[in-house]
Structures are given as C-alpha cells and as structure tokens.
C-alpha cells in the first residue's frame, strides 16, 4: 500500500480535564473520499482543527504523504497541502467571490510589497493568473456569473460552494469539508455530491464531515464513525451502516442521524 | 552603583509604596471595566484628574492657614475622598453614558470603542484646560495649580534611613481601606454578584434576571469613585495638579492593571505596588527622569510574555 | 446588532453619505479616461493651490504655501502613512508619532554631527523608522488588538522621553541648524523660500499615494483585508498573517519616517516636543473622520484637521468672542468629533465600503466589545494561535 495521504497516530487531544479526541487512528488513502461521521459532539471537527494546526495534538502525530505535520503554523500546513472548508461558513463576507478564492490562490504566490508597489512582471504575471485561476474555480463549482458579487449576499449554498473554491485555490493534495451539505436543499445536495466526485477526480483526497446519511453512503469510498472521542467503527459504507456500535451511538445518543 | 543603590533603597521602597497605592486605585478602574465591557476605558485618566481637582477646590475653599492634625485633619481627609469619589464617579458614569452606551447598543467593535475613549479624554483634557479650570481657579488653564498643605510631613518612625511620614501612612492606609472595601463589596453582595457574573457570561447574566445597563452604570461608578480617591491622595500627597495629570499617570495605572492580572480586583492592588517599586528602584539607576520609561518598558515586557499578568485575568477569563 | 438603521433618520451625517455613496458609485464605474482625467485634476490642483489667490481666503494671516507644508502636508503623508496601519491592516496604533520622531532625528543628527548629504539622511531616516518599527511590532503584534494600541502608545512616550533625556541628540533643547535639502542644481535650490519644500511634499504624497494604491489591490492588501475580517480563516487559506502585520507596521513606520525627514529638512529645528502623543492622536483623528481604508477620505480627514484650525485662527469675531486664539479649541474639537463620529459613522466620512461593513457587523479586526454583544464564535480561538 502506497503513503497514506493523512494519517493519524494514536492522536488525543485534551482540553483542560475533557477529552475531545482519545487515540484516534485514521489512515486516508490517495485519492479516497472518506467520510467522518458522528453525533454532535464527538470529535469531528476537533479531528479537522488537529490536522489543519488549529490544536497541536495534546498526544500523538499527525502524518501528512509521511512527514509530520502536528505543530506545523497553520498557513504553512495549507501551503504543504491541506485545505479545509467550516462548519459555520467562513468566507470574508465583506470581499467578492472573486477576491474570497484569489486570497487562496495567493497561499503560493511571491511577490511581496516591493514586487507590488513598483508593479513589477512577475507580480503583474501571479495577479492575472490568480485572476485566471479564481475564475476557473467558481466555474467548476458551479457559481460562475457570481465574481463580483460581496460574499455575504451570495444564497447560503453558493456562500458553501464558494468556501470549496476558496479552499481548491491552495491547490491542496487533501481537501476538508466540514459538514458541506448543511442548509442545501435535496438538488443543491445531489450537485454537491457530484462536485465532490469532480474534486476526487481531479487528483484531490477528499476527507468530509457529514451529518446526511445519504450523501456521506452515495459519496464516501470508506467511513469512519466518532462517538466521544473516540473511534468506533470504521469500513466501508455499508459494513458501517448496519455496525450495531453505531446504530447505538446514534440511536442511544442523539437524533441526529436523519 | 551598588552603594547609590543600598543607600537609596529604603526611601525608593517607601516612595515606591506610596506611587503604587495611588497607581493601585487607578487600575481598579480600568480593571472593572475592562472586565465587564472588555474596553480599555482610556478616559479613565480624566476621571482621575477630575478628583485630583475637586479635592483641590475643596481644600482651596477650607484653606487651612497651617496643617491639620488629629480630628480636624480626619474629618477633612474624609470630607475630600466623599467628595472626589461623588464627583469622580459621577463623571464616570456620564462618561458610560456619553461615549460607550451609544456604541454597546450597536455592537461597535472595540476598535471603535477605543477610538471614542481617546476622544473622551482628549475632550475631557482640554475642557478642563480651556473651560473649567480658568473657571474655577481663575488662572490660566494649562498652568501647574498648587494646593494648600493639608498634612505635615512628619516622620512618624524610620527604617534604616527611610523616613516614613505621616502623609505616606495616609496614602498606603487609605488605598489599602478602599481596595478591602471594594474586595468584600465585589464579592459579597448582591450588586457583586452581578458584576462577577457579567464579566464571565454576559448573555447568561442576562438570563438570569441581571440588568446588564444598571451593572455596566455601577461598574463605572465604582471605578470612577476609586480614580476620585486616587485623585484626593494624589493631590494631598503631592500638593498640585494639573489638567493633563492623568495622561501619563493613567498609562502607568492601566500597566498596573495588566501586570496583576487586567480584571482582577487583587491583581491591580498587586500589579500597583510592584510597577512602583520596579519604577522608583529603577529610578536610583537610571535617574528618575527615566521612570515613565521603566514603567512603559515594563509594560511592553509584561504584554509579550505574560498578557494575563501576575495572577491572571479573574473577573473573566482571557477572551480574544 | 447587525445591519444598518445604525444611523437615525435625523442625522445630517447620513445625507452627507448619501452624496459620497453616489459619487464613489460613479468612480467605480468611471472609465479608465474619466478617472485618469481625474487624476490629472488633481495633480494640476496641487500644482497651482499655493496661488496667493487662493491664499488670501484659505490663509489669509499666514503664509498659505507655508501651511500648505506644515501642517497641511505633512499631516497628509502622516494620514496616508498610518492608514497603511490603522486603515488597511486594521492595527491600532497610538504611537505613530514615534516614526515620524525617528524620520527627523536621523535628519537633523546624521546630518549635523557628520554631515551627511541630506538625501542620504533622509533614506537613513526611513530605514531607521522602518527598522523600529519591525522591532517593535515583532514581539507585540501578536498581541490582541487593544493590547497593541497601549504598547504603541507606550513606545511613543519612550521615543520621546528618550529623545529628551538623551544629551547626544541635544536633550530637551532639541537640535538646530539641520541642514537643508541639498540643491538639485539648475533644477530646484532648497533656502528659506517655502515653494521647493511644497513641490517636493506633494511629490512624497503622490508616490505614497501610488504605492498604497497598488498595495491594497494586490496580494498583500487581500491579504491585510482578509486579516481584518477573519484572521483565523485567513491563517487557515494559507496567509502567513504576522508577516503581514509586520509588514503593515513597517510600511507604516516608512511613510512616518519620510514625513519626519522632510519636515526636518524645513523646520531647521527639532525638539522632543515636536513629536507629543497629541500629534498621534490627531493623526488618528484624521483618519477616522475622513474614512479609515479609503484614501480619499483620509486625505480629506487630514486636510480639515490641519487647515480649520489655521483658518480659524484669522476669524476675528470668533477670538473676539473666545477671548483667545480659537486654533486652541481644536483638540477639544478633535475629541469630541472622535467621540460623535464613532457613535455616528464611524466609517467616517468618504469611507470605503467594505470597511463600512465590517464596521457595521462588528468585525473589522477586532471583534467586538462585552456585555450584550457576543462574539461571532469562538471556536478557533486565539489560545490554538501559538
């Protein structure tokens, strides 16, 4: 088997006397989409803070292609690779959709001040690319007549589809969805399947964060299920489904498996 | 150096105590609000000066043709801290009502927030220059005014070669009588609670029935009443005032603060007393026209490596 | 709290707004011929604004062009120049005054003590400013945002405390005779006449004004915005934003510096009260009133503070009835427009429409104050920051 993409190792994270995440072990493949699932609460975003060097791990280590990761600054994460959406939107509501991506796909360009207030070539060259660049991401996910438009006044499913764009902008090796789905309509949920196909199929891993049972078993090649902080089950779609542990988590705990 | 140093020790200690008593009572100002509001209130400065002046208008109208002693000096020391602290946080809480309560209503960031404060005490200071102090003293506004002597500079006993004075025990006695007061008030009573209890979880404290304006208003009353304490010290101890007096006072207060930990009641008593010692013990170094440095060096050091200070940040806990 | 209706229905501000809304809207749409055609207005407005003609209203007690320079100008480059800071990166700071200290020491001491050609002092002075600036915003840019506003203001106070008790740069009698700038022969001789000097400021304006145009539609001003909205989500898109700070505070420090060295340049004499925390805080008054972010604004925000002061000086009916000088009210003036603007607008008067936004919803860099008001979230929270 070739070097997981992410990898997690034995990571806990702590805050204070609660424990958010006990000993997780999770292992993504190149080119999977692998779904985290689990009632509110029980370390799923905690997992994507971790990977993305919001937490340093309180145990453990984070693998990202074999090197580790935990206790790297977090725009230096995103620029080895990782990028992530958020559970409650993120974008910078006040700049254009254009903008909201350009400041992604600035994450790997150069210039500097010096390079911007002469106006040299090469910062003329990155702007107009970043410009290309954006332009082609709202295309593919699907906003393309929106670039002008303030963030804030896009509807709530474009505001989500711009944050995917926003993210594929860093060109990341590992993209993070955290819970894309929340507040789309039935159509607006069979697109974003299909977009987070298009995604996978463009070279990307895609690690997700779903509360929609019927997205997260028609897109995730394989699934993993926290509960407490800890890791339950782990397989592919189906074997999880009908995993008793986890119809216990759901059932037991909350109703949030709908 | 070392000998400067061990011979100047004992007096810096005790003139250390007596800034750092008066720095003290300051900080509780900004320590309060900043622990309800999370606003650097930058015109608490003024609300200082302001006590620094009444005391000065009450003491110029008594006039004492000598110093007082025994009762007398008792009934007017008491006289003149009732009377700043009632003025001084009188303007606090029209200050509330000015320059915060408008943008608290609306959300205003505290970028905002701070930027009114430093418009407050700009305009504070220069109405006091150009309108109330001509006004009340019938001299020129910008000028140093100097008090009456209200308290002989005995000494009462010494330690080594420091002298302690009357007017030094006055200062230290007093501080350290308000801080107390303050301490049980805060803690012990119902008003106390509700202050605590908006600190930490503004929106619970709402739910639980506490009126966030009415604790906001005696937030600043009481900060304000300690700056008018402050102020009677400051002007009883040092015999002059002058319209900008809390500019750089109000610095070193507000570093008090964050060296004790910004919103904690002992944590300012604390913070207090130590940037005083710090600055006058630097002082026989570096020459007392160096202090302000110290003490803003202080600050900047303290910022960088310990932001929630000596004891932390209690009234609450350390939010962005 | 969020949305508008901020401001009531009754307020003069809002129609005042409402011009500017129009105005900027037809900018935005303007064509590029239109807007160059703007731009060479202005430039041909500064080249003739020291007319005598125009003097004798704007000035009429003191030499116009000599106000042109100080205060007017310079308070201009110092707006520009903290609006890098204030406006753009959405950093408090109340010390700005302490580049512009930096700028005309060097000045006045390289020049004086080893008599270096003024240009080379005035690049010294920059480099100087800009290396403070650095050391001071590195270990307290990570600080929330009124931390920062305090230490500035508190390094400010050192600078010139400092300056003042330090006898190899003159003490608290400053220095005197700083060299002129050296001339440009057959082309501008720098005396006592006041004309160069304003060429030369508002040559130094228009460069500060090009580059902190070009910044702000770069890489490095979508960033500084980003930091403004959400600098979380900007960390985690890849936005390295202490380096950014820094480099916000740097480029800031510069603009003050320059300002510094050209005024030391004219003035012939410095002194540690040339540079008190009053200078910082009308500075910052300048650019809130005009507009934090928009540079139209804050250029007009610096142009009112530094002329209606002088102007007012020369209305004999109002020193008649004040009974003094009324140029000795404006800081009282300055604060209380503080005060109102913030509670008001306090997007300021030409502000730029984003930052109008974020000023109304409570972000803008800094979130917002306690009691009744929560903020946004607080998961990613500033303890992850290290």
């Known amino acids: 088997m070739s070097t997981p993409v992410l990898q997690l190792d034995n990571v806990t994270m702590r805050f204070g006397g609660v424990v958010a995440l006990r000993e997780a072990k999770i292992s993504i493949a190149p080119g999977e989409i692998f779904a985290l699932i689990g009632p509110n609460g029980a370390g799923k975003t905690t997992v994507f803070n971790v990977v993305t060097g919001v937490y340093q791990p309180t145990e453990g280590q984070v693998l990202f292609n074999g090197t580790r990761i935990d206790g790297t600054k977090r725009f230096k994460i995103t620029k080895l690779g990782i990028a992530r959406t958020f559970q409650n939107i993120r974008l910078f509501h006040n700049m254009s959709a254009l903008e909201n991506v350009m400041v992604g796909a600035d994450a790997h360009h150069k210039t500097g001040a010096i390079g911007a207030t002469l106006n040299l070539p090469w910062h003329r060259k990155e702007e107009k690319r970043g410009r290309e660049l954006a332009r082609e991401l709202l295309d593919f996910v699907g906003i393309p007549g929106r670039m002008t438009e303030t963030a804030k006044n896009l509807p709530y499913g474009d505001q989500r589809r711009l944050e995917i764009a926003r993210a594929l902008a860093t060109d990341p090796k590992l993209l993070l969805l955290d819970e894309p789905a929340a507040g789309m309509n039935p159509a607006e949920k069979e697109a ?10 463009s070279g990307r891993t895609v690690l997700l964060i779903e509360h929609d049972m019927s997205l997260v078993m028609g897109v995730s090649d394989r699934v993993a299920v926290l509960d407490f902080g800890q890791l339950i089950a782990e397989g592919l779609p189906h074997e999880v489904q009908t995993n008793p542990r986890v119809i216990e988590a759901y059932l037991g705990v909350s109703e949030d498996a709908s | 150096m070392l000998d400067d140093f061990l011979n ?29 509001l999370r606003l650097i209130n930058f015109a608490h400065s003024e609300i200082f000066m302001i006590g620094t002046f009444t005391s000065l208008v009450v003491i110029t109208a008594i006039a004492p043709a000598s110093p007082l002693t025994g009762i007398a000096l008792f009934g007017v020391m008491l006289l003149i801290i009732v009377l700043s602290a009632a003025v001084s946080g009188g303007a606090a809480i029209l200050l509330e009502l000015v320059a915060y309560r408008p943008l608290r209503r609306k959300g205003a960031t505290r970028l905002t927030a701070l930027i009114s404060a430093i418009g407050a005490s700009l305009f504070l200071q220069e109405l006091f220059a150009l309108v109330i102090i001509p006004w009340l003293t019938g001299k020129p506004g910008r000028n140093q005014q100097s008090s009456p002597r209200l308290v002989d500079r005995d000494t009462v006993f010494s330690i080594g070669n420091a002298d302690v004075r009357t007017d030094h025990i006055i200062v230290v006695v007093a501080a350290v009588i308000m801080m107390i007061a303050l301490d049980r008030l805060v803690n012990r009573t119902k008003i106390g609670r509700g202050i605590r209890a908006t600190a930490q979880d503004p929106e619970a404290a709402v ?24 102020g009677a010290l400051y002007l009883m101890e040092f015999e002059n005032t002058v319209y900008n007096v809390g500019f750089v006072l109000g610095i070193k207060a507000f570093t008090a603060a964050v060296l004790g930990g910004i919103g904690n009641l002992r944590g300012a008593l604390l913070g207090g007393i130590v940037l005083g010692l710090i600055e006058n013990w630097g002082a026989i170094f570096l020459g007392s026209e160096w202090k302000d440095v110290i003490a803003f060096t202080v600050l900047v050091v303290v910022l960088m490596f310990r932001p929630t200070g000596i004891l932390g940040e209690s009234l609450q806990k350390a939010r962005a | 709290m969020k949305g508008n209706g901020v401001t009531g229905n009754a307020n003069p501000l809002r129609r005042v707004g409402a011009l500017v809304d129009g105005a900027r809207d037809w900018w935005e749409h303007a064509k590029a011929w239109q807007r160059y055609a703007v731009y060479l207005g202005a430039v ?12 004798t209203f704007m000035s009429p007690g003191s030499d116009w062009t000599t106000v042109l320079i100080y205060p007017i100008g310079t308070y201009i480059l110092l707006a520009v120049g903290l609006n890098v800071v204030v406006g753009q990166a959405g950093l408090l700071d109340l010390g700005f005054v302490a580049f512009f200290a930096m700028g005309g020491y060097s000045v006045a001491y390289f020049g004086t003590e080893y008599g270096w050609n003024y240009w080379a002092t ?5 480099a100087m400013a800009a290396v403070s600036g650095v050391i001071l915003g590195a270990p307290t840019l990570r600080l929330r945002g009124d931390y920062l506003a305090i230490v500035t203001l508190g390094f400010g106070e050192i600078v010139r405390i400092t300056a003042n008790n330090t006898d190899e740069i003159g003490g608290a009698r400053g220095i005197t005779n700083v060299p002129h700038p050296t001339d440009i022969p057959g082309v501008v001789d720098f005396g006592l006449l006041p004309a160069p000097y304003y060429y030369l400021i508002v040559i130094a304006i228009v460069l500060v004004i090009i580059f902190s145009v070009r910044l702000q539609k770069s890489r490095v001003g979508r960033a500084w915005a980003a930091i403004r909205e959400d600098e979380d989500a900007a960390e985690l898109m890849g936005v390295p934003t202490f380096k950014f700070k820094l480099l916000a505070f740097a480029i800031g420090a510069m603009i003050g510096g320059l300002a510094g060295g050209l005024h030391a340049g004219r003035a012939v ?17 300048a650019v809130v009133l005009g507009g934090a972010g928009n540079l139209p604004g804050v250029i007009l925000g610096a142009f009112v503070i530094a002329w209606l002061p002088e102007r007012f000086r020369e209305v004999n009916w109002l020193k008649d009835l004040l009974g003094r000088d009324p140029a000795e009210y404006r800081i009282l003036l300055f604060g209380g427009v503080l005060v109102l603007m913030m509670a008001l607008r306090p997007e300021g008067l030409l502000p730029s429409r984003r930052r109008k936004a974020e000023l109304h919803e409570g972000t803008g860099g800094m979130g917002t104050m306690g009691a009744e008001v929560t903020g946004p979230d607080t998961d990613v929270s500033t303890e992850a920051a290290k």
Request: aromatic content about 10%.
């Open chain 3, 122 to 126: 005035a690049v010294m002075g920059i």
């Open chain 3, 44 to 55: 041909v407005f500064a080249l003739i604004l020291p007319a005598p003609a125009i003097g």
């Open chain 1, 192 to 201: 974003l399947q299909a977009l987070i196909r298009k995604i996978r199929d």
């Open chain 2, 8 to 36: 100047q020790f004992l007096p810096s200690t005790v003139g250390g105590l007596v800034f750092g008593s008066i720095y003290a009572l300051v900080a509780l100002g900004y320590t309060m609000v900043y622990g309800v």
């Open chain 2, 207 to 230: 739910l639980m029935g506490v009126s966030i304006d009415n604790i906001v208003r005696v937030t600043f009353l009481l900060g304000g009443a300690m700056a008018g304490v402050a």
């Open chain 3, 269 to 285: 004499f410095i002194e540690p009260n040339t540079f008190p925390f009053i200078l910082s805080a009308t500075i910052l008054a």
